[in-house]
């Protein structure tokens, strides 16, 4: 199991790209001092001592990643260096069950969005603010029964795919980063009625929209570039 799953009440004052994932999905980081090496954190999941694999400071390589293949016992992937793409994703991301997948400078193409769907059912937290996902991976992500918190960029996310976001039952927490929006898509969001999060960055939509989804889902958690909105219910919370 994770090592801690996102708390949805925690604080977000910061405006760095670090302090946004914590939102989305805080667990314990580890100095560089203290970061295991890759092929100590592999033998230690291999070993089912570990089912975590956390590189936080030091990017990992092709080859490296061929050794995910086949594991078993593996439920996080966090990986915040380097470039992780499609052929490593497809050739060796199966044979376990993720939780957790944070992969933050990679521009994956909807052809791992789709893999991920098929093979990656327990899927609870997906965080990939560099893929470069349509419609055709999105609506197969969103079909993922456990997932709970997704953060997603880029100007392949429209109108199109924030509806097929909202047909998931299960998501929470919702975090996207330059989509090209309009005041259809936060429409669809209003219908959600799982959805207790929703940050949006570096996209302006009018205050008319925001004043319909709050109508929706008056305690919906709203962040617009890193700053609360004025009718977020939990902004003097933390």
Not at 14 to 22: L, N, T
Not at 66 to 71: E, H, N, P, T, V
Not at 221 to 236: F, L, M, T
Request: glycine content about 6%; some cysteine; proline content about 3%.
């Amino acid at each position: 199991m994770l090592s801690m799953l996102t708390c949805l009440s925690m604080g977000c004052s910061s405006s760095s790209d670090r302090m946004a994932d914590s939102q989305l999905d805080r667990s314990v980081e580890v100095e560089d001092a203290n970061e295991l090496s890759w092929d100590n954190q592999i033998a230690l999941v291999r070993q089912g001592v570990a089912t975590s694999i956390r590189m936080l400071q030091r990017p990992v390589t092709s080859q490296q990643l061929g050794q995910l293949k086949g594991i078993s016992g593996l439920r996080e992937i966090v990986l915040d260096q380097g470039v992780v793409r499609d052929e490593n994703i497809l050739g060796n991301f199966f044979g376990f069950q993720l939780e957790h997948l944070r992969l933050r400078n990679s521009s994956l193409t909807d052809a791992s969005g789709i893999f991920l769907a098929q093979h990656q059912l327990d899927l609870r937290i997906l965080n990939v603010p560099s893929a470069y996902w349509t419609i055709e991976s999105i609506r197969e992500i969103s079909r993922l029964p456990k997932l709970t918190h997704l953060r997603l960029g880029g100007p392949g996310v429209d109108d199109q795919c924030v509806e097929a976001i909202a047909q998931s039952g299960s998501l929470r927490s919702l975090h996207l980063i330059g989509p090209r929006l309009t005041e259809a898509a936060l429409g669809h969001l209003g219908q959600m009625e799982s959805l207790q999060s929703f940050y949006l960055d570096d996209c302006e939509l009018p205050s008319s929209a925001w004043e319909k989804l709050f109508l929706a889902n008056p305690a919906l958690h709203v962040h617009i570039d890193q700053a609360h909105h004025d009718r977020d219910p939990s902004k003097h919370q933390h």
